[in-house]
């Protein structure tokens, strides 16, 4: 399991887990101490994972204050998510279409990163896929999963009918031979009326199975 951009105090509070955690116990006292034990959790989650050398996990992305994966062992933890440097990029960088390199990130914190900045962070680590998170974008909902950077770098997004957008959910399967399949979890069927974003194919070169 590793920690994403919720799995942080401010953000786990402002979109509502903190709130979910009072609700849950119907009093305040036993509510927030819940949410202090998870977010105890949450600053011990590891930041990344590296599959058999060659498939770096991470769940936002690349970072320019990246040298080595020594540079990720060094984060100390527990920790909280800070505004700015490497462990902030990990949870909140996103790629980026319209630029091959660096940009801010128009989230107001990270940076986006194009295509050759992963193709040469692939080059450099020996890294065959990156595969993370933290986007459902237009694309993504039918599949919920997209490729990027001509198949270096994998965005899947777990949750089925986010936010009532209908969208597909799915999990990545990697075996003990690296071979790569996908598990599609269909939305279940709702009578509120739900958000449209616009779709297209997907490129789906893996196996797919769905629910």
Same mark, same amino acid.
């Given at each position: 399991?590793?920690?994403?951009?919720?799995?942080?105090?401010?953000?786990?509070?402002?979109?509502?887990?903190?709130?979910?955690?009072?609700?849950?116990?119907?009093?305040?006292?036993?509510?927030?101490?819940?949410?202090?034990?998870?977010?105890?959790?949450?600053?011990?989650?590891?930041? /990344?994972?590296?599959?058999?050398? *060659? @498939? &770096?996990?991470?769940?936002?992305? !690349?970072?320019?204050?990246?040298?080595?994966?020594?540079?990720?062992?060094?984060?100390?933890?527990?920790?909280?998510?800070?505004?700015?440097?490497?462990?902030?990029?990990?949870?909140?960088?996103?790629?980026?279409?319209?630029?091959?390199?660096?940009?801010?990130?128009?989230?107001?914190?990270?940076?986006?990163?194009?295509?050759?900045?992963?193709?040469?962070?692939?080059?450099?680590?020996?890294?065959?896929?990156?595969?993370?998170?933290?986007?459902?974008?237009?694309?993504?909902?039918?599949?919920?999963?997209?490729?990027? /950077?001509?198949?270096?770098?994998? *965005? @899947? &997004?777990?949750?089925?009918?986010? !936010?009532?957008?209908?969208?597909?959910?799915?999990?990545?399967?990697?075996?003990?031979?690296?071979?790569?399949?996908?598990?599609?979890?269909?939305?279940?069927?709702?009578?509120?009326?739900?958000?449209?974003?616009?779709?297209?194919?997907?490129?789906?070169?893996?196996?797919?199975?769905?629910?």
């Amino acid at each position: 399991m590793l920690r994403g951009n919720h799995e942080d105090g401010n953000t786990s509070m402002s979109y509502g887990f903190y709130d979910e955690c009072i609700n849950r116990f119907n009093a305040y006292k036993e509510g927030d101490q819940l949410w202090r034990k998870f977010i105890d959790v949450f600053n011990m989650l590891p930041l /990344a994972a590296l599959i058999s050398n *060659t @498939i &770096f996990c991470v769940h936002g992305g !690349l970072s320019p204050f990246f040298g080595t994966f020594d540079d990720i062992d060094k984060i100390k933890r527990p920790s909280i998510v800070p505004p700015y440097g490497l462990m902030c990029d990990l949870v909140w960088s996103d790629p980026d279409e319209k630029h091959n390199g660096w940009s801010m990130s128009q989230r107001g914190i990270s940076f986006t990163f194009g295509e050759k900045i992963v193709k040469e962070f692939c080059h450099k680590n020996n890294i065959d896929l990156v595969v993370r998170a933290h986007q459902l974008t237009g694309e993504m909902v039918k599949y919920g999963h997209r490729f990027f /950077a001509g198949g270096r770098l994998l *965005t @899947i &997004f777990s949750a089925p009918n986010y !936010l009532n957008t209908r969208n597909d959910g799915c999990v990545l399967r990697i075996s003990k031979k690296l071979k790569c399949s996908f598990q599609i979890f269909r939305p279940a069927k709702s009578k509120r009326t739900i958000r449209t974003h616009p779709s297209v194919t997907s490129r789906l070169k893996y196996q797919t199975s769905a629910l």
